[in-house]
């Protein structure tokens, strides 16, 4: 076991509950095949609070980073739970996301709670011993094996009001945990995406089957809070102010820089791609364009990806890629 780890828990208790007390989660008694104990460092959710398990791809595009975090944020500051696994990628992006705002988040794992897997999202592990929980029905000092990720996702979804899933390919690990969300009863959502992109598979085949589609973070929290019966939060929800620091970068760009800006997104592009798409806004020419996107890259105005394409800079939450 990780020395760091370990000194950890000798400050730490690891709690220890059954089905047969009172401080069981409600919401997982009725489920099938309920776990007969849960050990857990932390705290479990809060029973009163409202919750959104957000879920998805581990091998994200920059599109599903971002997304994970504006939706993680939103919910985060309506005072409803987050709950994941501690995966890298979306679900370790969410649920750092959430805690980067104040919010309570919640990690179900696929061994024993003295064990961070995976091991670059320590950083995460630490702050939901104290900012949230983490959660097994796996014995203390159990591996994390590729089996256990499948029976722990009803866990997930069984803590929950509703499942997010942010990005999932056709067949992917994420759409098992959709899987026990309808069977429990749960709503389920998906964000949409490019037809042509192989991460939106599952997301558009959800929403082609029912789920329901992700448009805006805020247009999510008040549907969510309308649907479980909180009219008086949902009129009174107003979308928390955003972060001035990614608007004010534009006053320090050329107008050209700009017009770069306006043509790029979260899906990176290439030169030819940009220059196209800038064709009726700017007069621009290949080597103008190049010294503009080195030096947005050099000032992380952008990002640049795969060594040649260009997309809207991506924060930086501290979660494993």
Known sequence: MNSKITSQLIKREINYITRDDEEYPRRLRDINSAPKQLYYIGNLPDQNMLSVAIVGARNCSGYGRQMAREFAREIAQAGIQVISGMADGIDGIAQMSALSVGGKSYAVLGGGVDICYPTGN?????????????ISEFPVGSPTLGRNFAIRNRIISALSDAVLVIEAREKSGTLITVTYALEQGKDVYALPGRVTDSLSLGCNKLIADGAIPLIRPYDFVRDFLDNMGNKERTDNYKAPTTNPGNDNIHEFMTSK???????LDYNPKSVSEILYDLSDKT???????????????????????????????????????
């Open 122 to 134: 320590m950083r995460l592990y630490e702050r939901l011993m104290d900012e949230g929980g983490l």
């Open 257 to 263: 820089q700009r017009a770069i800006v306006s043509v």
């Open 283 to 321: 007069d621009i020419e290949i080597p103008e364009l190049l010294e503009n996107l080195t030096h947005m890259t050099i000032r992380h105005m952008i990002d640049c990806v795969d060594g040649n394409n260009y997309c809207i800079h991506a924060e930086n939450d501290g979660a494993s890629r």
